[in-house]
């Protein structure tokens, strides 16, 4: 079979080589300030930026240095995704089909699925709440409005026009960083929060942590990096698996900068969030958060309404963010489990399942904000179905990416998979800790 060309990246065949090479040079950092900044962003959705709020209220500085300690394993998750990707020319959950009995596949997805709609569901509670504190509408017609703005961009856009949309999206996090600096926190408080763990055994601390560590290794960032990889190849013009399957190491060397640059934006939006919470809130005593909401309107009279002004915007901005890739993600693992035509490469006609799929999805989050159900609350229930879901498949990533006859001589090296199986052994020992936290009361 002949193998398609890879489409230029721009209109430069013709310049001289020096030319030819700034424009790679120049597609290579609008890559990794893409792809990478794409699953950053939306890994600190509307309950990672609850969670990392009630963490800096409830633990002030002492939370800070959490997020350096958690960085490298971001980094270990999302790259062991993105070279599983990149490797096979598949999904994850595509892969899973092919290696593994049906019952695991199965179980792993329903955890998925259901993890993915009740967290989209709040998010999209979230998002309506921040909205209702700029104008003045009735939460109920925001969330509808919401919810019709997202399926339109999914349904009818192309992955490239959501791509771009998203990078710029995607921006909106900084907003946090300016909250930060307009907290004035104190820098020796800073410096020895930074860089002194202070680990508190009490359960509260014990808590707090444990869901840090839950929202920021989310399951869907696995499946959606892996299908963000496929779906950048055929644009690059190899639809077929037989043309997508296989990479080189500059190609995965390219994939380790996405990442790095994805999850360090996205760790120093959540060291950020901490900062501003810990500066203001914590401060003052304000120790009990229970939304993102509610922390941007208490930076309000603490920090300026400039500060409470930015951050209710990126609760926003990073919602719109967060909803597609939770249930186009679903819908993604639904279709390769099933084997159905699916990508956003294709228009509806093509590939039905996968987009009524994506609707019902996002109309199920939607309707879980009619039946009385409280956005936080509901946060809670998915942050425990994906906290069950997220361990095992990292696992099976891990025992995916070391097996010669699935990735050929692209299997993990020792530096990798000393990181993932520290990764994989510090998830299971949070959802340990969860369980744990339950029997004794």
């Known amino acids: ?65 959490i997020a350096p300690v958690i960085l490298p394993m971001m980094i270990a998750v999302v790259y062991v995704s993105s070279k599983l990707g990149q490797v096979t020319g598949q999904g994850l ?32 509670g979230g998002m309506a709440a921040a909205i209702s504190i700029l104008v003045p509408f009735p939460r109920w017609s925001i969330v509808i409005g919401i919810t019709a703005t997202v399926l339109v961009l999914q349904i009818w856009g192309s992955y490239t ?27 020796t408080e800073v410096v020895r929060g930074t860089f002194v763990p202070a680990l508190r055994l009490d359960k509260e601390s014990l808590a707090i942590i444990v869901a840090i560590i839950g929202t920021s290794l989310s399951a869907y960032i696995y499946t ?52 501003a919470t810990a500066a203001t809130l914590f401060v003052a005593g304000e120790h009990h958060i229970t939304s993102a909401t509610q922390a941007a309107q208490s930076l309000r009279p603490l920090a300026g309404d400039f500060a409470g002004l930015l951050f209710t915007l990126g609760i926003v901005g990073v919602g719109f963010l967060a909803v597609p890739v939770m249930t186009v993600g679903a819908a993604y693992d639904l279709c390769q489990s099933m084997n159905w035509i699916y990508g956003l490469h294709h228009k509806p006609p093509k590939a039905k399942r996968f987009y009524i799929a994506i609707t019902v999805f996002t109309l199920a989050a939607m309707g879980l904000n009619f039946f009385g159900f409280n956005p936080m609350r509901a946060l809670v229930v ?28 692209k299997v993990n090296g020792r530096a990798i998979n000393t990181l993932g199986w520290a990764t994989t052994a510090t998830i299971f020992a949070a959802s340990a800790c969860l369980v744990i936290s339950w029997i004794r009361d």
């Open 1 to 65: 079979m002949t193998e398609t060309p890879k489409l230029p990246n721009h209109a430069s065949s013709l310049r001289p080589d020096s030319s030819s090479n700034m424009a790679k040079k120049r597609h290579r950092v609008l890559r990794s300030l893409g792809l990478g900044l794409i699953t950053g962003a939306a890994d600190d959705d509307c309950s990672a930026i609850g969670t990392y709020a009630q963490a800096g209220a409830q633990l002030g500085y002492g939370i800070l240095w």
């Open 93 to 124: 959950f595509s892969v899973l089909r092919s290696h593994f009995p049906r019952w695991l596949l199965f179980t792993i997805l329903t955890g998925v699925i259901v993890g993915n709609i009740i967290e989209a569901a709040a998010d999209l």
């Open 161 to 187: 026009l959501i791509r771009n949309i998203f990078r710029i999206v995607a921006l909106s996090l900084l907003s946090y960083a300016a909250s930060a600096f307009l907290a004035h926190p104190k820098l």
């Open 224 to 275: 959606w990096q892996s299908n963000e990889e496929v779906e950048e190849k055929i644009v690059s013009g190899r639809r077929t698996l037989r043309q997508r399957a296989g990479t080189t190491n500059a190609e995965l060397k390219k994939s380790l900068w996405d990442v790095i640059c994805g999850m360090l934006f996205s760790n120093l939006t959540m060291y950020f969030i901490f900062l």
């Open 382 to 409: 998915a942050g425990i179905v994906q906290g069950f879901s997220t361990p095992p498949l990292m696992l099976l990533m891990m025992l995916i990416t070391n097996r010669p006859a699935i990735m050929g001589d």
